[in-house]
């Protein structure tokens, strides 16, 4: 009533519907700063283009790697690529989120998918990472004086997050 009501009144409403997903994580123990991240998807369903695949970080970035598409494709065998996540620290837990979306215009769901196998790759530069930030401890220590700084933190005369200023240095590029 109060949702009918809301609505002719003329008020914008924003709603967002969640579906259980799927999921699966990878531990990984190695820190990198990360450049980029590819998973290895082989699966079939009735209708693959339903399927959402979601790659969430450690730090919680969500790339979403597959959503709608059409032409009832019943078998993935693809690697798909992201930078999404690109200068995070690849440390800690990946997690794959696989979820069955419904036909548009009809809301009916396609069969449950059956997942093959999945693995994932992620390239980037080694550090030693003794905070899990993302940033380099030695480099840590000296620019910035202690541990425990946050990667995405701007705190440099060029304007870069801790993460960047990391990699390129701290000058400002004309």
């Not at 979403?64 to 798909?80: A, C, M, P, S, V």
């Not at 690109?86 to 989120?97: A, N, P």
Request: aromatic fraction near 10%; charged fraction near 20%; charge should be negative.
């Amino acid at each position: 009533y109060l949702f009918k009501n809301s609505l002719n009144t003329g008020v914008s409403l924003k709603a967002q519907l969640f579906t259980n997903p799927w999921s699966y994580s990878f531990k990984i123990d190695e820190t990198l700063i990360c450049e980029d991240v590819s998973l290895k998807v082989n699966a079939s369903s009735s209708d693959c283009g339903m399927l959402r695949i979601s790659l969430i970080s450690p730090s919680g970035t969500r790339s979403i790697l597959n959503r709608y598409h059409f032409g009832n494709t019943q078998k993935i065998d693809w690697e798909f690529l992201t930078t999404h996540h690109f200068y995070e620290s690849t440390k800690g837990d990946w997690k794959i989120e696989i979820v069955n979306l419904p036909q548009p215009g009809t809301g009916a769901y396609t069969d449950d998918a059956l997942i093959y196998n999945l693995s994932l790759k992620i390239n980037g530069i080694q550090i030693k990472d003794a905070d899990n930030n993302g940033l380099d401890a030695t480099w840590e220590l000296a620019h910035l004086g202690r541990l425990g700084n946050i990667g995405s933190d701007v705190i440099s005369e060029s304007g870069y997050s801790n993460a960047r200023w990391q990699i390129v240095g701290d000058q400002t590029i004309d």
